[in-house]
């Protein structure tokens, strides 16, 4: 499974952002995919996630109510970011996994290139 990001960039406190993430290859064997991020000088978090069916949602407690994933009717999810605060600032990486371990880093499968976002005050 390929994971191609995009969508990030700079935003006002309080802005909005809308990632996608479009997977390619063996999608069919995807059971989830996740958004995770990193900022500079911290591991790598869990943001949320979506099953590949389009049901169930899990959120990581700093972003419920703000973030919302979703999944079109093709191969991309989305990562709506709203009410963004400069803490939000990190690279966001969407990341596929074919079974359920978990939701931690080490869970996920495939990973892809990161899109920066920047919360500015």
């Known amino acids: 499974v390929q994971l191609q990001a995009s969508g990030g960039g700079l935003v006002q406190t309080e802005g909005s952002l809308r990632l996608s993430c479009t997977a390619s290859g063996r999608t069919f064997s995807t059971y989830a995919l996740g958004w995770f991020r990193q900022a500079p000088g911290k591991e790598r978090e869990f943001v949320a996630v979506i099953l590949w069916s389009g049901g169930p949602t899990y959120y990581a407690d700093h972003v419920k109510g703000r973030f919302t994933i979703s999944r079109d009717n093709r191969n991309t999810v989305y990562l709506q970011m709203n009410s963004l605060k400069p803490e939000d600032t990190a690279v966001y990486s969407c990341?596929?996994?074919?079974?359920?371990?978990?939701?931690?880093?080490?869970?996920?499968?495939?990973w892809g290139q990161g899109t920066q976002v920047t919360v500015s005050s």
């Open positions: 990341a596929a996994t074919s079974t359920y371990r978990g939701w931690r880093n080490e869970d996920f499968d495939y």
